[in-house]
């Protein structure tokens, strides 16, 4: 839908369309269209433009890049949600708009989702799409010490396996790299600088037998018979330890679709290991759709939490007194 439009129009489109959302999800949006106007003024995007192919399948990503950038500028990945089963980057164009309003540069990734490839694609090309970003820091002015995952959901859980898998994984062996050769895990490990993590799944195979049993995990995995280790490969759980990037988790502890105990027992297992972290709990909070209040109490988490960490701060024109 979106592949020749401007940033100007895909904000218009997307502004029409959110005049028939609750408000729940307006609260997600800058304050007036004048916004959306000055951001299109503000932003340029490059979209679609192919990070990966693997299985026939070209994974894309667009960028929303500040015009006239001179300098590295703190750059966020954000990966949609849907359950690894559906979803698409153009999708969740609204989501990045917070961060427009906060001057980063943002890379909106696609991957291939589970009716067409089965996990641990999913999480492969997203591992190569953060290797894309590094490796293209330069040309983009993407600042490599600020790079900073997110996601909802699905994308929660993509975000901090991106963040969190260490090379020697074995999960980064199709990325290309600056030399065509697959990356070297002991020699090329991939950082950020932080992971916001939107109601995130941390126990893959927790959500495909017994009480949460969830039919996207099922669908995703499929029946292959050792889809418990593929399960263990890619939950986040599995990777807790000292050095990781500070995690914040924005959870509802009444999420019908991802337990909220994954954000407990995942922030436990993360306070253990000595890594930086907070939980953000959303008192009654479903799967998402969050309140006007409730969204400016997680993006004022998010900013502090970024202030907190040294990875933001705001301009000073707009910083409040």
Request: include cysteine.
């Amino acid at each position: 839908m979106w592949k020749n439009y401007s940033l100007a129009s895909q904000l218009v489109v997307a502004f029409l369309v959110a005049l028939s959302l609750p408000f729940s999800v307006w609260a997600q949006l800058p304050e007036s269209a004048a916004s959306a106007v000055r951001l299109s003024n503000e932003y340029g995007v490059e979209s679609n433009i192919t990070y990966l192919t693997a299985n026939n399948y070209d994974a894309k990503l667009d960028i929303y890049l500040p015009r006239n950038l001179k300098s590295p500028n703190p750059t966020l990945v954000y990966i949609h949600g849907g359950g690894w089963v559906n979803g698409t980057k153009e999708g969740a164009s609204l989501q990045v708009l917070p961060w427009l309003e906060m001057g980063w540069t943002v890379v909106n990734v696609e991957y291939r989702l589970g009716r067409n490839s089965i996990a641990p694609a999913a999480v492969e090309d997203c591992r190569c799409a953060l290797r894309w970003v590094i490796r293209n820091a330069k040309q983009y002015n993407f600042d490599v010490n600020k790079i900073v995952l997110t996601g909802h959901s699905a994308g929660g859980h993509l975000s901090l396996i991106t963040g969190m898998l260490p090379s020697a994984a074995g999960l980064d062996r199709q990325c290309p790299s600056s030399f065509g050769k697959p990356p070297d895990p002991a020699t090329d490990e991939p950082k950020v600088a932080a992971i916001i993590n939107w109601f995130g799944i941390t126990d893959v195979g927790d959500l495909f037998d017994g009480p949460n049993a969830q039919s996207y995990a099922i669908a995703w995995l499929g029946s292959l018979p050792d889809r418990d280790e593929i399960a263990r490969r890619v939950s986040p759980l599995t990777y807790v330890r000292p050095g990781l990037p500070p995690v914040l988790t924005i959870h509802g502890d009444a999420d019908p679709l991802v337990p909220y105990n994954h954000a407990v027992r995942f922030h436990q297992a993360l306070e253990k290991a000595g890594v930086p972290n907070q939980l953000l709990t959303i008192p009654g909070g479903k799967h998402g759709g969050f309140s006007g209040p409730e969204m400016e109490r997680a993006y004022q988490a998010i900013r502090d939490f970024l202030m907190k960490n040294k990875i933001w701060s705001p301009p000073a024109a707009s910083a409040k007194p």
